[in-house]
């Protein structure tokens, strides 16, 4: 939501690449509600909770998947073919659970969609973090490597599941203060996304300026040189960034203001075509 851009001479040069930033940035350092002007996400934080407020580890009730659904087009934009995002991270598909579960889980999530495809048959769907799951390890590893083939094994198994998907979401969170680490793990899961995307499905990655909470940096922010690199890295490989953060961090001057910005003009500099709703 923060930019819409498209870049020209680039191997993706047919798709449209897109900043987005949420919602609740808006009315902090002049950045601007551009949702009636531009197709923006609406993130849905499906998190499989009945009226009751049961976690629910089964597919989500018809009464559930319709009042979502209802939801969103109350709060939705008129834009045609606006991508809409959902956030399920119970059903588990990753390589800490054995093929069983993962496919299971993936068949929920097939079900899920399909089921919520019929209120919102106009829309771009997709879930946060999917189809290629996050593993750190694998992706740091050698191509040859056993962890790294069991990954793309387990990525194989979820292929219906990225088959029923409009666009690829994989969450590109930084564990590490290691540029260069970061560079690999988020090539090789772009990477992997491609490789799933057999319908030419965009690759819209999740970047937070912030360390992710479950590693040893949790609660410290991204300098401006790391998050500028992410923000290069993103471009050159994805076809958009979707700009994650929480409203816990006090706002003061933040780097990676600057630093998206910078990236900004930079890229406009080469030929990109950007929407100036912030600059």
Do not use: C
């Not at 509600?33 to 923006?40: A, D, F, G, I």
Request: aromatic letters at 12%; charged letters at 30%.
């Amino acid at each position: 939501m923060l930019y819409q851009l498209t870049r020209a001479n680039t191997p993706f040069d047919q798709l449209k690449p897109m900043i987005f930033v949420r919602l609740s940035y808006e009315g902090r350092f002049g950045i601007k509600n551009t949702e009636k002007k531009t197709e923006t996400p609406k993130v849905l934080e499906m998190l499989n909770l009945e009226d009751s407020g049961k976690t629910v580890i089964d597919v989500p009730s018809e009464k559930y998947i319709t009042n979502a659904a209802l939801q969103i087009l109350r709060e939705g934009s008129e834009a045609p073919k606006r991508y809409t995002i959902f956030d399920i991270e119970v059903w588990k598909v990753g390589l800490d659970v054995n093929d069983k579960e993962a496919k299971a889980s993936a068949e929920k999530y097939v079900t899920t969609l399909r089921k919520m495809r019929k209120h919102l048959p106009d829309r771009q769907l997709g879930y946060y973090g999917l189809p290629v799951h996050r593993e750190l390890k694998a992706s740091l590893s050698p191509r040859s490597s056993g962890i790294y083939q069991s990954w793309q094994r387990r990525n194989d198994l979820l292929q219906d599941l990225a088959d029923e998907l409009d666009v690829f979401y994989p969450s590109l969170y930084a564990f590490h203060n290691d540029p260069d680490k970061w560079k690999i793990y988020a090539r090789e899961h772009i990477s992997e996304a491609r490789r799933l995307a057999r319908k030419g499905q965009k690759i819209i990655v999740f970047l937070w300026p912030e360390f992710h909470d479950r590693s040893r940096y949790s609660g410290k922010r991204i300098d401006y040189k790391f998050w500028k690199l992410q923000l290069e890295t993103a471009f050159k490989y994805a076809d958009g960034v979707f700009i994650w953060d929480n409203d816990e961090f006090p706002f003061t001057d933040p780097a990676w203001l600057s630093a998206s910005r910078d990236f900004i003009k930079d890229i406009e500099a080469k030929g990109a075509i950007i929407n100036r709703e912030l600059m």
